[in-house]
T-cell receptor, first 119, second 111 residues
Framework: DSGVTQTPKHLITATGQRVTLRCSPR?????VYWYQQSLDQGLQFLIQ???????AKGNILERFSAQQFPDLHSELNLSSLELGDSALYFC??????????????????FGPGTRLTVL | DAKTTQPPSMDCAEGRAANLPCNHS???????VYWYRQIHSQGPQYIIH???NNETNEMASLIITEDRKSSTLILPHATLRDTAVYYCIVTIMEYGNKLVFGAGTILRVKS
């Protein structure tokens, strides 16, 4: 158990709908990362938040958005869903955004994921 | 744009050591080598990381060559539960960094 929790575990919805995935980081972690794993693309970084602010962006679609709340949990919002959005969505957390405070390393710990199926 | 090369698959007998190689010939001086594994669609699990010295923890050992262009993850006594996809990642892991996953190595531990 990594200490990162994600809800729900499974989500089935229809095309055109909107869903929200939730992530609670490990106690004390300030950074949250979102990754998508689809069959044809592998694990891909979507976005990172650090202490409520967006830090880095990957190949995240404009239909997707995220935020991190004052209690440090994060939500990933997926809208206008398409069949191709079916995937596993993982959240990871780390102590901070790296830099000198972590000695140049900042290990990310992953949650169990949310499996999204768009029909 | 993964910066590592790993064999697509490997087999290992249960109870034997599993040695998983990784090439990272373009690694820069401030990049760390990280290993994660993913067991059957579960969340990736952190295993170990290192900069230039060999590292060992309760899960595995990491051997990094002197020129840092390659490394080997060693699972000393593989069990069936070690069957997974193993990812070798090089990263600075600094401010705003991301993990770039390649295809990894599928390790099959057989009885």
């Amino acid at each position: 158990d990594s200490g990162v929790t994600q809800t729900p575990k499974h989500l089935i919805t229809a095309t055109g709908q909107r869903v929200t995935l939730r992530c609670s980081p490990r106690s004390g972690d300030l950074s949250v990362y979102w990754y998508q794993q689809s069959l044809d693309q592998g694990l891909q970084f979507l976005i990172q938040y650090y202490n409520g602010e967006e830090r880095a962006k990957g190949n995240i679609l404009e239909r997707f958005s995220a935020q991190q709340f004052p209690d440090l949990h994060s939500e990933l919002n997926l809208s206008s869903l398409e069949l191709g959005d079916s995937a596993l969505y993982f959240c990871a957390s780390s102590v901070d955004a790296g830099g000198s405070g972590s000695g140049g390393t900042d290990t990310q710990y992953f949650g169990p994921g949310t499996r999204l199926t768009v029909l | 744009d993964a910066k590592t090369t790993q064999p697509p698959s490997m087999d290992c007998a249960e109870g034997r050591a599993a040695n998983l190689p990784c090439n990272h010939s373009t690694i820069s001086g401030n990049e760390y080598v990280y290993w994660y594994r993913q067991i059957h669609s579960q969340g990736p699990q952190y295993i170990i990381h290192g900069l230039k010295n060999n590292e060992t923890n309760e899960m595995a050992s990491l051997i990094i060559t002197e020129d840092r262009k390659s490394s080997t993850l060693i699972l000393p006594h593989a069990t069936l539960r070690d069957t997974a996809v193993y990812y070798c990642i090089v990263t600075i892991m600094e401010y705003g960094n991301k993990l770039v996953f390649g295809a990894g190595t599928i390790l099959r531990v057989k009885s």
